[in-house]
């Protein structure tokens, strides 16, 4: 596991109201890949037959005016901003990814790291925040950021020295704990998160710069 003082964004920001759009957010995280290999073994994963086509560069609120208006006419597809900082690859989602966006053990394969960061803010239920992380083919980690059992395990999942190691982290920040508010146990969880692996995702770009895009559909 990574341990690294980082001293750019990190990631506590996504835990504020719709950080990055409404719904929530999806952004996926790779050490050993170019952001383009990390975009195409997302599609891959999507599906035999799914692609990801270049739109060219957007801001993040011009492509989901775009989404809206062309691209989600009469489809589900997912689009894709992507870029780098760092050692770290990253590419976040727009549309329809909730439940939607396939990352899981192949994306990591060939000695790649994949950490998927995932919280449906707008759904009803609720759901919690998930983490979940995977090295060269196999699970590193994973676990819901409230770390309540309200979805799932209440424990830190995955390959055990991580695991453990994560646990250990969560517990000298003071969690779980059950009487703290959720934007506060997502938000301490985020930093521990960033701090265990190395992980950040750069606000500025994301939110108010152009990224490259594409969209993943069936070719």
């Known amino acids: 596991m990574t341990t690294t003082t ?38 891959a994963a999507a599906g035999p037959a799914v692609v990801a086509r270049p739109l060219g560069p957007y801001t993040g609120e011009d492509l989901t005016e775009e989404y809206e208006l062309e691209f989600a006419s009469d489809s589900e597809d997912i689009a894709l901003r992507h870029g780098r900082i760092g050692d770290l690859a990253f590419a976040v989602a727009y549309g329809y990814w909730q439940g939607e966006l396939a990352v899981g053990p192949a994306v990591s394969r060939d000695g790649a790291e994949v950490f998927h960061l ?11 925040p998930f983490f979940s992380a995977w090295r060269d083919g196999r ?38 704990d059950l009487g703290r508010g959720r934007d506060d146990l997502h938000r301490t969880s985020l ?29």
């Open 118 to 128: 995932e919280f449906e803010e707008a759904n009803g239920k609720p759901v919690p």
């Open 191 to 219: 930093g521990v998160l960033a701090r265990s692996f190395g992980l950040a995702l750069p606000r500025a770009a994301v939110v108010e710069g152009e990224l490259p895009a594409v969209l993943l559909e069936v070719g």
């Open 139 to 176: 699970p590193l980690c994973s676990f819901n950021l409230h770390l309540d059992g309200s979805w799932g395990s209440a424990e830190v999942e995955g390959e055990p020295a991580t695991a453990a190691a994560v646990t250990a982290a969560l517990a000298e920040a003071g969690l779980p």
């Open 6 to 43: 980082d001293t750019t964004d990190g990631l506590t920001w996504l835990a504020e109201p719709q950080s990055i759009a409404y719904g929530g957010y999806s952004v996926v995280l790779a050490r050993g890949l170019a952001s383009e290999e990390l975009v195409d073994r997302i599609a």
